[in-house]
């Protein structure tokens, strides 16, 4: 693949509503990573995945948001219960090494 | 835990003048630095990484230890060098980069 691939770009929901993004990373990278990217916040770490290893959750901010791999490729980021403080471009991204990551476009999360 | 702070949000300059976007960490280990930056309607990519020593589009940053620093210069500015830019460090051991805020610069005609 070219890069990064997220999807939906773009996504609205209303509050208290399930939502799932999704994340292709390059092929044959192991290392893949969820980041939140607010207004005027920079990049909040979320989850780090690599290979077969558990993953490293020390940033979800609540129990609403989990992640999974699945066969060590496509990543889906799920929020239960919206709300509007979830607002906000979700990023993902992948590294061979974790020497650079290669981002997606990201989901721009709109929840009214 | 380790932090990186960009002081500036917003870095305004004219054509052809030099430019240094700040990038201050605590960290007391041996970390790998990075500038990662963001163009218009594009998405985030890797500008340079401290140990290659490289230049980028006539971007150049040096490690400081003493310092703490990781500030990034160019002599000459560009109009497309306009750009938002994030500095991240990784700790050594860990493969998870932690950024700043982000610099917003933008470069007038």
């Known amino acids: 693949g070219a890069g990064v691939s997220q999807s939906p770009s773009n996504k609205v929901t209303e509050k208290g509503k399930d939502v799932e993004l999704r994340c292709d990373p390059i092929?044959?990278?192991?290392?893949l990573y969820w980041y939140r990217q607010s207004l005027g916040q920079g990049l909040e770490f979320l989850i780090y995945?690599?290979?077969?290893?558990?993953?490293?959750k020390s940033g979800l901010p609540s129990d609403r948001f989990s992640a999974e791999r699945t066969g060590g490729s496509v990543s889906t980021l799920t929020i239960q219960r919206t709300q509007q403080e979830d607002s906000a471009v979700y990023l993902c991204a992948s590294s061979l090494n974790g020497e650079g990551l290669f981002f997606g476009s990201g989901t721009q999360l709109s929840v009214l | 835990a380790q932090r990186v702070t960009q002081p500036e949000k917003l870095l305004s300059v004219f054509k052809g003048a030099p430019v240094e976007l700040k990038c201050n960490y605590s960290?007391?280990?041996?970390?790998?630095l990075f500038w990662y930056v963001q163009y218009s309607r594009q998405r985030l990519q890797l500008l340079l990484r401290?140990?290659s020593r490289e230049s980028i589009k006539g971007f150049t940053a040096d490690l400081n230890k003493g310092e703490t620093s990781f500030h990034l210069k160019k002599p000459f500015a560009q109009e497309e060098d306009s750009a938002m830019y994030y500095c991240?460090?990784?700790?050594?051991?860990?493969?998870?980069?932690?950024f700043g805020r982000g610099t917003s610069l933008i470069v007038h005609p």
């Open positions: 401290h140990i």
């Open positions: 995945f690599q290979g077969n290893s558990a993953p490293d």
């Open positions: 991240a460090l990784r700790p050594g051991g860990s493969y998870i980069p932690t």
């Open positions: 960290y007391s280990g041996s970390p790998e």
């Open positions: 092929s044959g990278h192991t290392a």
